[in-house]
């Protein structure tokens, strides 16, 4: 099946609900239903799908090991578009997650032709800024991690042409390097669990970057020894099968489970705790040099739309902001914004205005509007034809003066982190 994305692409229109249905992504609300105090990127509906979030839910409200990671593509400068992925994060690794952040110098270096040099300072200018938003955890560039890319190499074993032609629509004109970038990334979304065991892992992206999540949990599942899954028969307990598993697995299993059958390429295990088996055959596939993988969860957020409209990207200078940018810059993009408001003061009043189609509500909605309350007191002004687009405007850019102010200043704290 066509994935009808491109991951690399700055302009591509995305039927979200068409990619949720042909894909099984599920919707977010029930897999946090059990979180205490969900972030405003949940509560606002920001981070619309997800994968298996509930293992990463149930590790955060019991306490539980789990990984976060993403990585940074450093084709250009970090600016407002990243910010979502970055907050996640760092939400995350202050819910109990360890973290791992991959400046993918190597897939930048493939795809955009950056040059190592550029690729370096790019690339500090996100870890800058992440570690400015409170994240403390594990950060390497792809191009200086060779643990990770040996990962990647045993990755490329179970990954043919034929899946990237159908996943990413690569055709004989793709370079090697692009093809090997990807297997990079799928090594990036493994790599915590090779270097800390097994345990679950969220990746939050855009819903552009799902080819990469789909293709990691199939990697994944062919990379282990094992598959559990419920007896056919109906009967309570278990079937093991093996995966060309060695022998010596097979022999470790059958005698951690007494009272077990064993057939030539599987092991049933009658009336048997199913978080058990998971957990044993896990351990005896790292016991026999195997890796136990879960398959890795992903939360996907809904993009911020772009100052001018459409999507946000860095070839449309207007339609964003840097976070380095001079201030009569910002507010001058901020001021000459595309509203969702009437054409004339009057109908203004009269008909009110309509926020979800508003790039500046949104950059509210998304980032400069923590308190929930006044956020919907602006929606709610707005609709009613209260609240001008110009007023608006003014209030908004003073909240990004704001933000940008302590942003920048803690920019400059952490700098000695990212040479050290």
């Not at 979304?189 to 999540?213: C, F, K, M, N, S």
Request: charged share 30%.
């Amino acid at each position: 099946m066509q994935s009808e994305i491109n991951p690399w692409s700055s302009r591509q229109n995305i039927d979200t609900e068409k990619l949720f249905r042909d894909f099984g992504i599920k919707p977010a609300g029930q897999a946090i239903k059990d979180l205490k105090n969900p972030p405003v990127f949940f509560r606002r509906g920001i981070v619309a799908g997800q994968r298996d979030y509930a293992a990463v839910a149930d590790a955060i409200e019991n306490h539980k090991k789990f990984y976060v990671m993403t990585g940074f593509m450093p084709s250009g400068h970090p600016h407002l578009g990243h910010l979502m992925v970055m907050k996640e994060v760092v939400w995350h690794t202050l819910m109990g997650g360890t973290g791992y952040i991959s400046v993918a110098d190597r897939e930048a270096h493939a795809v955009r032709g950056i040059s190592w040099d550029k690729c370096k300072e790019f690339g500090k200018e996100y870890l800058k800024c992440i570690y400015a938003l409170g994240y403390r955890g594990n950060t390497y560039f792809q191009s200086e991690n060779n643990p990770l890319k040996d990962l990647a190499f045993e990755s490329a074993t179970k990954i043919n042409f034929s899946e990237l032609s159908a996943i990413y629509g690569f055709t004989q004109e793709t370079s090697l390097a692009h093809a090997m970038s990807v297997a990079t990334q799928v090594a990036d979304i493994l790599y915590p669990q090779t270097r800390e065991g097994p345990a679950p892992t969220v990746v939050p992206v855009g819903i552009d970057q799902d080819p990469h999540i789909r293709l990691t949990r199939d990697v994944a599942g062919k990379l282990r020894m094992f598959t559990v899954i419920d007896l056919e028969s109906g009967s309570p307990g278990v079937s093991i099968r093996s995966k060309n598993a060695p022998v010596k697995a097979m022999d470790k299993l059958e005698k951690a489970f007494p009272g077990c059958k064993r057939y030539e390429g599987h092991i049933d295990v009658y009336g048997a705790d199913r978080d058990l088996v998971e957990k044993t055959v896990r351990e005896t596939e790292l016991d026999c040099g195997g890796y136990g993988f879960y398959l890795p969860s992903a939360t996907y957020h809904t993009f911020l739309q772009g100052l001018m409209g459409g999507k946000m990207s860095s070839s449309v200078p207007e339609s964003l902001f840097r976070f380095d940018e001079p201030e009569k810059d910002i507010r001058k993009k901020i001021m000459n914004a595309l509203t969702g408001g009437r054409m004339t003061l009057e109908e203004q009043k009269r008909l009110g205005g309509e926020p979800e189609k508003c790039s500046v509500y949104l950059l509210n909605l998304f980032h400069m509007q923590e308190d929930d309350e006044e956020l919907k007191d602006m929606r709610c002004a707005c609709r009613e034809g209260r609240l001008m687009c110009g007023t608006c405007k003014k209030e908004t850019f003073e909240r990004v003066k704001t933000f940008l102010k302590d942003f920048n200043e803690k920019m400059d704290e952490v700098s000695h982190m990212v040479e050290e």
